[in-house]
């Protein structure tokens, strides 16, 4: 048996790689990042290069496509944004493969933070209030108008990308033009979100066809960036709303595959806020797996077409680090000049403390990921301990709609 694994410059890759590994498949992966730790697992059989997603997403799409014509695969597993890109190609890739994934539209509709306001409301979630500028202008005068700290987000971003924070609201306007700017987002202006004080609840779902199959619910203990962002440490909790709203979603979407959901946890009173739809899988997945749900198994079951029965209760109190991350986490702390001594001293007796949990990525029967994760980050140690340090990781793993769209029809005529 043999599957084709996309993007495996994650943590979330490199699981699903070693779990398919177990199971039985000879795995082959995809990635247009030089070093892609988990490409070089020993659960992987082969190994290609591709053009970059993000900035050749039809050369990346290209590549794809000539490795499902070339060679029999049993199904294809894209990870991460590259599913978004893959998606408009299902038709394609069905001709040689199985492949799981709702329509382009579908996936890009459930992924737009402005469109979340509507279908949020439609399926009866709660949302933090949310204002969508069609100007800059006009964005200035509602940022004038607003008393209370907010949050910046680009309409489509993964993993924090982009987003800011502003405590102070008389730095609201020249936050947002910074924003504005350095991701190019005139066209697109970003939403201006209440700032919910609380904690990280997270959700991995596999649903069929509206129906949520299994899931995992976790809270983030620690995040980077620590304002908000990717948990580096995590741990399952009971979140009956999340499940509820996860449920409502689902059922809205008519859902088919992995979907993964954000809530901010009011600290005050304890209700949940939606923050943010990924419609793909998650890290959280890892997680899942040693809380007793085996998502990837199940997955390969709704692949291949089987009906499968709703899959058992998560164990709750499970942790699981991704080590190099949570290391960063310590590291942004003890460089951020808002901390105090006292503050920092408190961040590593935090991070030293020992509990048990379980690794993304260290295990000492696949050690090779590691030591290229490693060697890849002290070559990189300056950027990494910048403001946009986390960056890096995404630069090649994010799907930009508008490069897509833009090369189209000149690429058409090749894939078709």
């Known amino acids: 048996m043999r599957v084709l694994v996309t993007t495996p410059s994650t943590p979330t890759s490199l699981f699903l790689v070693r779990r398919l590994h177990q199971m039985g498949y000879r795995v082959t992966t995809i990635d247009s990042h030089v070093p892609s730790f988990a490409s070089y697992s020993n659960a992987v059989s082969k190994r290609i290069l591709a053009p970059s997603l993000r900035y050749e997403p039809h050369g990346f799409a290209k590549a794809v496509l000539d490795e499902l014509k070339q060679e029999q695969y049993d199904f294809y597993l894209p990870v991460l944004e590259c599913g978004f890109l893959m998606s408009y190609y299902r038709d394609v890739v069905r001709q040689y493969t199985k492949m799981v994934t709702m329509p382009f539209e579908d996936i890009t509709h459930a992924h737009n933070k402005d469109a979340m306001l509507d279908y949020a409301r439609r399926a009866n979630v709660r949302v933090p209030r949310t204002l969508a500028p069609d100007s800059l202008d006009s964005a200035h005068d509602m940022l004038t108008s607003l008393d209370s700290p907010i949050?910046?987000?680009?309409?489509?971003?993964?993993?924090?990308?982009?987003?800011?924070?502003?405590?102070?609201?008389?730095?609201?306007?020249?936050?947002?033009d910074q924003v504005v700017k350095e991701y190019g987002l005139q066209d697109h202006l970003p939403i201006i979100q209440q700032h919910i004080k609380g904690t990280l609840i997270s959700t991995v779902n596999l649903a069929v066809e509206?129906?949520?199959k299994g899931n995992v619910v976790f809270r983030a203990l620690r995040t980077v960036p620590a304002s908000g962002g990717t948990s580096s440490y995590r741990e399952t909790?009971?979140?009956?709303?999340?499940?509820?709203f996860d449920a409502r979603l689902i059922e809205h979407f008519r859902w088919t595959g992995f979907i993964s959901f954000d809530y901010m946890e009011d600290a005050a009173t304890g209700l949940l806020y939606l923050i943010d739809c990924n419609p793909r899988i998650a890290p959280g997945v890892i997680l899942a797996y040693h809380a007793g749900v085996d998502l990837v198994a199940a997955f390969t079951e709704v692949i291949h077409g089987r009906e499968i029965a709703r899959l058992p209760q998560q164990?709750?109190?499970v942790r699981c680090k991704l080590q190099f991350l949570d290391l960063g986490w310590l590291l942004y702390n003890l460089i951020d000049k808002e901390l105090t001594g006292r503050e920092k001293f408190q961040c590593f007796k935090t991070w030293i403390k020992r509990e048990k949990s379980y690794n993304d990525i260290e295990d000492i029967r696949d050690m090779r990921p590691w030591f290229a994760l490693y060697a890849y980050l002290l070559r990189n140690i300056r950027k990494l301990l910048g403001s946009d340090g986390g960056e890096i990781f995404l630069e090649h793993s994010l799907f930009d709609e508008e490069t897509f769209q833009s090369g189209l029809g000149e690429s058409a005529a090749t894939l078709f």
């Open 151 to 176: 949050v910046i987000k680009p309409r489509v971003a993964c993993n924090a990308h982009g987003q800011r924070i502003v405590l102070d609201p008389k730095r609201a306007i020249a936050e947002y």
């Open 210 to 212: 509206g129906e949520v």
């Open 237 to 244: 909790v009971s979140a009956p709303e999340a499940e509820l």
């Open 315 to 317: 164990a709750n109190g």
